[in-house]
T-cell receptor, first 112, second 117 residues
């Protein structure tokens, strides 16, 4: 019952920006958009999250559309180590948000 | 390094064995979680503990028995497992699981890869 839709896979060139889209058209007002990534056989790594406003940290930027029905994760300068599966997750505030629901994610391959 | 450690990293066990997975978090968090990731399947939440109390059991078979003696440690006791239980078992923690906002961000350990023969 994942609430998000992501492309199955995408390639990007090393050193270029990687833009990962996510659709969450049924998102409600109290739900956050979270991004995690999972490098092969490792635990998921938290990247960034947002509610309404665009967010930036040392790893990435998150752009959320005004109607909040979609978002884009931007890796500004992709490196080979960014090759991973990227998960976009919608989660409510409070105890109901304990249950992170992971979908299939986007398999990103960064090429030299 | 996320501040969440898991041991062992790899485990092979027979169906009649009893083993335990251990998770420890060094982040001062109060909520801890067990997830299962089977091959080619999304992560599935198994158990949630808030302040040492179990608050979620996602219909997990009784051959998996969690234990949370304190907010820093979480165990998953395994007995009479089946080959289909072979998977990556992931532990996560968050500052708390009830308040909302940044305190609910979950941080994952590296996982224990379990093979049941």
């Amino acid at each position: 019952d994942a609430k998000t839709t992501q492309p199955t896979s995408m390639d990007c060139a090393e050193g270029r920006a990687a833009n990962l889209p996510c659709n969450h058209s049924t998102i409600s007002g109290n739900e956050y958009v979270y991004w995690y990534r999972q490098i092969h056989s490792q635990g998921p790594q938290y990247i960034i999250h947002g509610l309404k406003n665009n967010e930036t940290n040392e790893m990435a930027s998150l752009i959320i559309t005004e109607d909040r029905k979609s978002s884009t994760l931007i890796l500004p300068h992709a490196t080979l180590r960014d090759t991973a599966v990227y998960y976009c997750i919608v989660r409510p505030r409070g105890a109901a948000g304990n249950k992170l629901t992971f979908g299939g994610g986007t398999r990103v391959l960064v090429k030299p | 390094e996320t501040g969440v450690t898991q041991t062992p990293r790899h485990l092979v066990m027979g169906m009649t064995n009893k083993k335990s997975l251990k998770c420890e978090q060094h982040l001062g968090h109060n909520a801890m979680y067990w997830y299962k990731q089977s091959a080619k399947k999304p992560l599935e939440l198994m158990f949630v503990y808030n302040f040492k109390e179990q608050t979620e059991n996602n219909s997990v078979p009784s051959r998996f028995s969690p234990e949370c003696p304190n907010s820093s440690h979480l165990f998953l006791h395994l007995h009479t497992l089946q080959p289909e239980d072979s998977a990556l078992y992931l532990c996560a923690s968050s500052q708390d699981g009830t308040s909302g906002g940044v305190g609910e961000t979950q941080y994952f350990g590296p996982g224990t890869r379990l093979l049941v023969l």
